[in-house]
């Protein structure tokens, strides 16, 4: 498993400490969008525009999903990779 960095903006900070409770939600729909990028760098072997020996896949946009949770409706932008599928769980 390769090691991921979160980045989180001053603005995105401000809102977290705002009080309303509308900061956690912000903070980890941003989070969780970085690590489904660092998943799609993995699996295809190349970081966002990079060019690679290793690449075994490339970047075809995203998907919007919500995701429900308590602390608020998440929006996520999944990635989707050419010559790919995510794996099963269901095989072995």
Request: a negative charge.
């Amino acid at each position: 498993m390769t090691e991921t960095n979160v980045t989180v903006d001053q603005g995105l900070m401000r809102e977290l400490f705002s009080g309303d409770g509308g900061g956690v939600a912000k903070l980890m729909e941003s989070m969780l969008n970085q690590v489904l990028s660092a998943q799609a760098d993995e699996a295809a072997g190349a970081g966002r525009y990079e060019r690679s020996e290793g690449r075994t896949s490339y970047r075809s946009g995203t998907r919007v999903r919500t995701l429900h949770t308590r602390v608020g409706t998440l929006t996520l932008q999944v990635p989707q990779l050419r010559d790919w599928t995510y794996p099963s769980f269901t095989d072995g």
